[in-house]
């Protein structure tokens, strides 16, 4: 049913935490996967690339290196989170301008350049699978108590990025569909990366799976997505969050 068998699929940010488990996953499935990251050497015969998204050439050579060898791209899943050193520091009052502005432009406007880039290769194919990536925070607000015991917080710019990359999931897909290219954007809930136990418990508390993710509970749904059993399902922000934003 989910057939994969000698799919193409880039993986942006293939060696960040979410990132690892979707190239492994897809592997397992028999798919040949592109591993493209800012931590990749670019190598042509293991299929790895060096990716700077924030560099708009460098999307173009991805794609040019993805052709040569392999003569098309049946699916790209974009978990790349790129972001400035001074990432989580700011308060809502306290955050420059300077900040949101060079976030949204390295958060927002990478996804822009990529998906359109892709979705040229996939319209003249006549066929492809977009995966974005969202989050909870781009479908509900922020719930602030849980960053309360410790003082810290969520950056304002993390909303308003994930709030974007839903809704410009809905445009391409609208957009894209006569051409059967599907577009759908994945939403995680918080995923466990040794934060603070403090930050845990609280977040544990709040959600209904009394949990927070793991790598593992994303990248199937990523799988899928890339693969026929998905072949009718485009425009849909899918979010698996333990049940996060249900309530
Ligand atoms: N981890 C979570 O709790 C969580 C929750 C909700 C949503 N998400 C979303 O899931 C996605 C993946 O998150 P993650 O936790 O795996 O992130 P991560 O930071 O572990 O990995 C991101 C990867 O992106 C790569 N990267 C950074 N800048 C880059 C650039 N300029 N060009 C190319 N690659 C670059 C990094 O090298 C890294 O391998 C993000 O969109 C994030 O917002 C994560």
Redesign the pocket.
């Known amino acids: 049913m989910w057939n994969l068998e000698n799919k193409i699929v880039i993986v942006?940010?293939?060696?960040?935490?979410?990132?690892k488990e979707i190239v492994k996953e897809l592997k397992n499935a028999g798919v040949t996967v592109i591993d493209?990251?800012?931590?990749c050497e670019t190598d042509y015969d293991k299929d790895t690339f060096k990716?700077?998204?924030?560099d708009n050439t460098s999307i173009e050579e991805l794609i040019k290196f993805t052709l040569e060898k392999y003569g098309r791209i049946d699916g790209m899943i974009?978990?790349?989170?790129?972001?400035t050193k001074d990432w989580g520091k700011y308060h809502f009052e306290d955050d420059p301008y300077e900040h949101w502005a060079e976030n949204i432009n390295?958060q927002l406007n990478?996804v822009f350049y990529l998906d359109q880039q892709i979705a040229k290769v996939m319209v003249e194919q006549k066929s492809g699978s977009i995966v974005n990536?969202?989050?909870?925070?781009g479908i509900v607000g922020n719930d602030f108590t849980i960053y309360e015991d410790y003082g810290g917080t969520s950056p304002v710019e993390?909303c308003a990025v994930?709030g974007g990359i839903i809704n410009f999931t809905r445009y391409l897909a609208s957009y894209l569909g006569k051409d059967n290219v599907r577009v759908n954007c994945v939403?995680?809930?918080?995923?466990w990366?040794h934060q603070r136990e403090e930050f845990v418990r609280n977040y544990n508390h709040r959600c209904p799976m009394k949990r927070m993710?793991n790598?593992d509970d994303i990248a199937p749904l990523c799988v899928f997505l890339v693969s026929e059993g998905a072949k009718y399902i485009t425009g849909q922000i899918i979010a698996a969050d333990g049940g996060w934003t249900a309530i």
């Open positions: 942006a940010g293939g060696r960040g935490l979410i990132g493209a990251d800012i931590s990716l700077n998204l924030l974009n978990s790349a989170y790129p972001h390295m990478s990536f969202g989050s909870i925070y993390y994930k939403c995680p809930g918080g995923i990366d993710g790598p």
